[in-house]
């Protein structure tokens, strides 16, 4: 846990690449299995301990820490694992655990037991092995390592027998401690094998595409589709079927009526939705099936989930992915007017000629229920990651408001001096109604004035939150706005953030509920 | 029995002592000044009349902040002034740093100006006096802050010199206090090669040496230097800037208490953090209202609602004093 708890430190103030895949390495081939492995999967994200939840770190420090002295302290570090690592009341020493008893610890101990030994542990550590301990509880990091960065400094550590883009390949047939894997990479060991199992693959991503960028595009190599409202899907078809996230989660447990559907040896790439009666659903009912591990019936029916597919990369075992985007949309067309499976449609190619006209489509995206538009070149294999000057996303323009900041709270981190989390409000009638809070999007000079601003113009304190003169407008850019019982005037909106300050604008002349309520899909007045 | 508050008030201009006629670390020029230590944001020119010890008001002329006049008192002597008797004892801070006993009409108040409690061999250690209110910096008042003995820190530091040898560790550090601290806790972890400086540490070090400080032998950063395998030292401003760049691939280390939150490390783009401050940690700002016994105490600056909060769990009335000013820099 020692070696584990530096390389994390080292990781986290490694500014490059290079010293970060040098750290890497070098823990890899120095630290024995399986600790090296636990690493890994502790940088990949692929540990869970379904009975230690950042819950029962709370419930810790409330068992040994005061309870304001936590709050103040948890507002100033804005991290809650880093937070109880300083602050727990003990010095600590050099009798750590292993990283190995650790994960075992947290896997195997029953929950009623955990608490007990999770306290002991941190009684015994120092504070930077104590942060390593919380850090694989409250899972992520956070040390600027990503599972990528991992698989190259595998790559590297393999001196050149294994590329990294074998690894990825094979990536998801693997799980920790990796034994496997590293016997691989050492020469030691054959190529684990995925023994027909079905594999996710990487999936191959659009840059956003910038107002600067749109002249330099030949539409003649291009074919768009519409950007759709729901999630990045990958289906596997054949007798173990499976629906992964894009991230590479196995969903296939709360999506019942999609995986019934994929009898078919191939692997498909597509957006997941919520329809009934052909028409897509708003993102907001999409979630409701997200946020459920397993269905009930009820849920399907009411929600009954759909994918629109744009992607073929496996047919009967045949991988695709180096063939032109052309070529697998034809064979995608070809295999769904043949097999035609239920619960899915296919995502229609939009004809044009000009980039004018796809600057005219996407001004109708809203109305079309799209997000923006997709363009593909019609050459591009499929390439997992990001690469440049392939697939663009060209989003829709955002909506805005102008609304009133009611409340406000100091950051974290950087900012947790400034009050810069602000919740604003519409008027509903006479009365100010929060619809949204935002922290994004301000300059740091905007910074110093709001927090300024909030300090002068407090008329309430809640704990760490300021009640506000309801006097101070911002221009409020959002992606969309839906129902939501999260805020008293039961709307929300999406993706919110602080386009400008409208110091010019009185209070009074902000925006209401009802333009707002225009704003939700299928709610136009 | 006169309390304090009746006697000692916030103004503008900072804390006052009413009949003293006289401010106390004032923040802008004023007639007459009690000052408790050289730090610019304590310290600052164009007084008219300023009471220290020696060391501070040497200080004071090598920053050119000197008063028109001065008068040096020795830690533990006593000067009455229009019936408030003033005395200095060591806080612990920087070299020649003092907190000012005020002694009026039967009651005692501390102003302890900045303080820590561990040993620092370039100054007087903090003597706890009891009084009626003592008046205390908050700069790392949260319960996260817990230096680590400073040779442990430096020791961390000579084992990365150790790690990349090929490397210069460049130490971001104040000219006045931490830089001097950190060349004799070296030269006491054995480090005797030369410590190389910055131009603008090169005053106060020359000060610390004339007032009997041992420093060992000090460099300048020359132009076009690599110097591999050596520490140099520099003002926190300059260690990711372009001044570090003819260093060749430097380590960039910094050594302050702020350097135990690593947001807030990483931020300063620092590879090596050294927990290593001139200001009181949690626990040494608990052990100091015990150790003073001191029924009310006042918070001049940094995170006075930890503090008030903790002082009142322990029974003593805290107060914020707000004082404007005041940075809470290391």
Known sequence: MIAFADLLERLLFSPGCNAKLALLRRHFETVPDPDRGLALAAIAGSLEFPSAKPALIRELASRRTDPELFAMSYDYVGDLAETVALMWPTEGGETAPSLSDVVAGLRDTPKSELPALVELWLDACTPSVRLALLKLITGGLRVGATAR??????????????????????WHALAPPYEPLFAWLEGKGPRPDAAGRPLFRPPMLANPLEESDVASLDPAHYVAEWKWDGIRVQLLGGPEPRLFSRAGEDISAAFPDIVANLAHRVVLDGELLVMRE???????DLQQRLNRKAPTRAMVERFPAHVRLYDMLFEEGED??????????????????RVAPGGADLSPIIGFTTLDQLREMRAGAREAGSEGLMLKRADSPYIAGRPRGLWWKWKREPLSIDAVVMYAQRGHGRRSSFYSDFTFGVWDGEALVPVGKAYSGISDRELAFLDNWVRHNTVARFGPVREV???????????????????????ALRFPRIARLRRDKPAAEADTLANVTRLIPGERL | MAHPSTWLTTRPAGLYCEPGGFYLDPHGAVTK???THGHSDHARPGHGAVLATAET????????????????????ETLVVNGVAITLQPAGHVLGSAQIVLEHAGSRAVVSGDYKRAADPTCATFVPVPCDVFITEATFALPVFRHPPAAAEIARLLASIALFPERTHVVGCYALGKAQRLIALLRGAGWDRPIYLHGALQTLCDLYVELGIELGELRPVGAGSHLAGEIVLAPPSAIADRWARRLGDPVICAASGWMRVRQRAKQ????????????????ELLSTADDVAAPEIWVTHGREDA?????????????ALRLVGREVEE
């Open chain 2, 57 to 76: 008001l040497a200080v004071m002329h090598a920053r050119n902040a000197a008063p028109a006049s001065e008068r040096a008192i020795r830690y533990g």
């Open chain 1, 320 to 337: 695709l992915r180096a063939l032109p985007f052309a070529a697998r949309r034809a064979r995608l067309e070809t295999w769904f007017a």
């Open chain 1, 469 to 491: 003169e309801k006097s101070l407008v911002l221009e409020i850019a959002f992606d969309g706005a839906q129902r939501s019982t999260r805020h008293r005037s039961g709307v």
């Open chain 2, 268 to 283: 300063g783009g620092v590879e090596l953090p050294l927990v290593i401050s001139d200001h009181a940690d949690w626990p």
């Open chain 2, 33 to 35: 000044a009690v000052v």
């Open chain 2, 307 to 319: 503090l008030i909060h903790a002082l009142g769990q322990r029974g003593i009335r805290g107060r």
């Open chain 1, 278 to 284: 052909g028409a897509v659903l708003p993102f907001a």
């Open chain 1, 149 to 170: 960065l991992a698989k190259l400094a595998l790559a590297r550590m393999s001196q050149g027998r294994v590329t990294d883009a074998e690894i990825e390949e094979i």
